[in-house]
């Protein structure tokens, strides 16, 4: 399982003072691409090789509030779905208190020239 | 069922030059805020009121990109489930194709002192 | 002059209820990619020609605070400096009292491999 | 000096595949308030005291753009100007080149009951 460590920014707040729901999509694709560098991938490298990283579904549940000068980490645990998807499960977890703050299930396609195409690039160093 | 009619922002794009996965969420809060608004409602004024509407699920579908120049509409319907939860289906739809580039099922709890409450005034105003 | 009009989104808001400061550099640079396009240019069509305009000092003065609701318009002036620089004077004048909000000075120039160039085309479209 | 160390997150670049000029307003606040922090102040708890620190100008320069990857710090030092202003001189200093990628200016007003306030208490802290 990989982890990222984060902290929360205050341009990240909303006026209810609590991060807003879009902003976990930021923490949740950085902790993806960060473990693509950590295996040696490169999300930016991959498109400029012609292959897209696109995420075609989101479920996410938002259970506890991140709040101004709260730190918390972002796992990740990658499966494979058919020949084609990836699944990314990921949870934000709160360090004061190790509650879940948001979890999310992302599922993943890779596109070349418009065409979704097996991630072999990907699975292989991702050892699915 | 209530539209809200966009344009992309250049701003809102990536490095893929389509817009980014969390820039959808925006879209979609910023409809079911102008929707509160034209029936009487106002997510600002709920807040000073004590009232927070929260997102507590979002489950989306990302099935076409948008790209730099595209105009686009979000739509939303919502229903009621039990007693505390509201459910908004949305849709963004492109307008050059009339094709669906995200659909997305959003469930809201409404926060008064930390806990969950009857969303009454939401309710009567939505003719639920 | 060149304007156009926005209204507030309250995802653009911060703890404070006020709009961030930098999302009026969202504001002012949708305001200049839309002026763009009116005047026959596009700002993704230009990177893809391998032209970049990229901002290169903005000075930019923060008189008013935009809150959740406002509608207000951006405006537009463009002028040249030098044989290299283009300068865009944008102000944000919120509708309800016609104040200004803020007001900026943005220097851009346009790149070609990695060197700045004579905005040749664009200097034509401005009638500069 | 104070000094905070960045990494870029892909979800800041634009379609130029460079962090976008709106978001260096957000790593300068962030250290920013990273700083308040690190002398024992916070600056949503000044908010909830009724104080709000608000930026009335910036004067930026962008001189290299960041990438993907790229890691940086962003440095502050903090002068006083009159009775009421405090001005932030901040820098982006990108690691592998130690080249100066942003620098700016800014100048920053607390404002208390909507009356801009002498910031006895960060003046206190700052040791201005």
Do not use: W
Request: glycine fraction near 4%; charge should be neutral; proline fraction near 2%.
């Amino acid at each position: 399982m990989y982890h990222k460590e984060f902290e929360v920014r205050d341009y990240e707040l909303d006026l209810q003072g609590i991060v807003n729901n879009a902003v976990y999509n930021n923490y949740f694709e950085h902790t993806r691409h960060s473990y693509l560098k950590s295996i040696g991938l490169d999300f930016a490298q991959l498109h400029a090789d012609g292959i897209d990283a696109v995420v075609v579904k989101m479920e996410t549940e938002y259970k506890n509030s991140l709040k101004s000068g709260d730190i918390f980490r972002c796992s990740l645990r990658v499966e494979r779905e058919g020949r084609i998807k990836l699944i990314f499960y990921q949870e934000i977890i709160r360090d004061t208190d190790q509650k879940i703050c948001a979890k999310t299930r992302v599922t993943v396609a890779c596109i070349k020239n418009g065409r979704p195409i097996e991630p072999l690039q990907l699975i292989e160093r991702m050892k699915l």
